[in-house]
């Protein structure tokens, strides 16, 4: 043996972590239901110095660690046993630190419509009905060229490679 080679993440000799959550929730009464906005929104920076490393490097924003920034904002609108969610998610582009491309940000959406037959003197008693959809536009995440063959192109640490998906949900309570 020559030489080993080892590329992994050791020997940290320092890491610098700040960010901010910011989160929150509004109802408005209509005249008919209700209607609640929510949102969250994310921002990271970290930055890693390593032993044997000249210069200190980004963590955050690059390809396999957690993106900068990421949202989710949305909208729920409830009447009586009916409700109807609608949903937007944000994923900033990442860095590929191998080639300084960054990818697009991923944006992706989803629905949720449900129905609660609510209290009565039958089976049907709380008996709730809903139909969900994920990443509603089928939208493929943002690729990059992999360093090695057997490594996905796309960023699993922030990206799910999904497509759309549907749900179908009965539930009863008693």
């Known amino acids: 043996v020559v030489a080993v080679l080892d590329g992994r993440y050791v020997n940290t000799v320092w890491q610098r972590i700040k ?3 910011l ?6 009464d209509l005249s008919q239901g ?8 994310s921002w990271l920076d970290s930055t890693q ?3 044997g490393a000249p210069n200190p490097f980004d ?3 690059t390809l396999n660690n957690p993106a900068k920034r990421t949202g ?10 009916f409700s109807a969610a609608t949903f937007a998610n944000y994923i900033d582009g990442i860095t590929n630190t191998v080639d300084g491309r960054t990818g697009a940000s991923f944006t992706t959406f989803d629905a949720t419509l449900r129905y609660n037959t609510g209290e009565r ?3 049907w008693s709380y008996l709730e009905f809903g139909v969900s959809a994920t990443n509603l536009l089928d939208r493929a995440p943002p690729l990059h060229v992999p360093d090695l ?8 640490t922030n990206y799910s490679a999904t497509g759309r998906f549907l749900g179908v949900s009965v539930s009863k309570n008693w």
């Open 121 to 123: 003197r039958s089976a």
């Open 72 to 81: 989710r904002f949305g909208a729920i609108y409830a009447v009586g046993g």
């Open 149 to 156: 063959p057997y490594v996905a192109p796309y960023d699993s």
């Open 34 to 41: 209700q209607l609640t906005l929510r949102g969250a929104a």
């Open 59 to 61: 963590l955050a924003g």
């Open 19 to 21: 960010g901010l959550d």
């Open 23 to 28: 989160s929150g929730s509004y109802r408005f």
């Open 49 to 51: 110095q390593t032993a």
